[in-house]
């Protein structure tokens, strides 16, 4: 049996064995919010179909520059633990926004257009990557990659890319790649179906509002242990990621 290169990058059981990959991973299984669509209006069952069925080309990054931002983002918002057939695509909606020239209304004043921050990031992550490894990004390993960024996160970014963080704060920077990745990832129905997330409520509308009871569409938690992956420099604790104590919401035992 060849190895799974990706095993060491998915979430653990207690025992410290990778969790298998699934379509659908979650304290929510089977649950389809795409199921609920007869009960939308047409404009909005247009919006969010559009989100799964029509991918956008990739414009605005060079096919070097995509690739890149693609290993990016891979680390940013993992999902190492779906299959590959249902992992949701970020990268050509960010790349979408930026071509069309969309932004939040807003720049700070020491902060270049969107774009030409995300190519001096690009330009930053290979000469940081060089000077602390002799390779390019892409060369780098799982953790190697994964503690570089984190430098970025934590606003200390290993050297090789002075230059470049003189003219890009770190920190605005990488508040905004997480959160493009966040909000394309999050629009997204199969990120609903993971969270448990009712979906759109027009002209249905949800009236369980009081006590935080699930609509009759929803389903109950079912919550079960993990484990940081092997390969993470994450600082989630475990204790808090498992809630392995908590009882889930319509349940009285253990899992």
Same mark, same amino acid.
């Not at 414009?59 to 190492?80: G, M, N, S």
């Not at 919550?223 to 809630?243: F, I, K, M």
């Given at each position: 049996?060849?190895?799974?290169?990706?095993?060491?990058?998915?979430?653990?059981?207690?025992?410290?064995?990778?969790?298998?990959?699934?379509?659908?991973?979650?304290?929510?299984?089977?649950?389809?919010?795409?199921?609920?669509?007869?009960?939308?209006?047409?404009?909005?069952?247009?919006?969010?179909?559009?989100?799964?069925?029509?991918?956008?080309?990739?414009?605005?990054?060079?096919?070097?520059?995509?690739?890149?931002?693609?290993?990016?983002?891979?680390?940013?918002? *993992?999902?190492?633990?779906?299959?590959?057939?249902?992992?949701? =695509?970020?990268? &050509?909606?960010?790349?979408? %926004? +930026?071509?069309? #020239?969309?932004?939040?209304?807003?720049?700070?004043?020491?902060?270049?257009?969107?774009?030409?921050?995300?190519?001096?990031?690009?330009?930053?992550?290979?000469?940081?990557?060089?000077?602390?490894?002799?390779?390019?990004?892409?060369?780098?390993?799982?953790?190697?990659?994964?503690?570089?960024?984190?430098?970025?996160?934590?606003?200390?970014?290993?050297?090789?890319?002075?230059?470049?963080?003189?003219?890009?704060?770190?920190?605005?920077?990488?508040?905004?790649?997480?959160?493009?990745?966040?909000?394309?990832?999050?629009?997204? *129905?199969?990120?609903?179906?993971?969270?448990?997330?009712?979906? =759109?409520?027009? &002209?249905?509308?949800?009236? %369980? +509002?009081?006590? #935080?009871?699930?609509?009759?569409?929803?389903?109950?938690?079912?919550?079960?242990?993990?484990?940081?992956?092997?390969?993470?420099?994450?600082?989630?604790?475990?204790?808090?990621?498992?809630?392995?104590?908590?009882?889930?919401?319509?349940?009285?035992?253990?899992?």
């Amino acid at each position: 049996m060849k190895p799974d290169p990706e095993s060491e990058r998915r979430p653990v059981d207690p025992r410290g064995i990778p969790l298998p990959q699934c379509p659908q991973p979650g304290y929510y299984p089977k649950y389809s919010t795409l199921s609920q669509q007869a009960f939308w209006d047409e404009a909005t069952r247009s919006v969010v179909l559009r989100r799964v069925t029509i991918i956008p080309q990739v414009k605005f990054f060079t096919a070097a520059e995509a690739e890149i931002l693609q290993r990016v983002i891979e680390h940013v918002l *993992p999902q190492d633990d779906r299959t590959p057939d249902r992992r949701i =695509p970020i990268l &050509p909606f960010i790349d979408e %926004r +930026l071509s069309s #020239g969309r932004t939040a209304g807003y720049r700070f004043e020491d902060m270049p257009q969107d774009g030409e921050a995300y190519r001096r990031f690009l330009r930053a992550i290979d000469l940081m990557a060089l000077a602390a490894h002799g390779a390019q990004f892409l060369r780098l390993g799982w953790h190697d990659a994964d503690v570089l960024l984190k430098s970025l996160h934590d606003g200390k970014p290993t050297t090789g890319a002075e230059e470049i963080w003189q003219t890009l704060p770190v920190k605005r920077f990488w508040t905004l790649l997480v959160q493009d990745c966040a909000e394309v990832y999050y629009a997204h *129905p199969w990120a609903w179906d993971e969270i448990g997330f009712g979906g =759109p409520a027009y &002209p249905r509308a949800y009236f %369980r +509002l009081e006590r #935080g009871d699930p609509e009759p569409w929803e389903k109950n938690e079912k919550r079960y242990d993990w484990g940081t992956p092997p390969a993470s420099v994450s600082d989630l604790d475990q204790n808090e990621a498992t809630h392995a104590d908590e009882p889930a919401q319509g349940e009285t035992g253990s899992h």
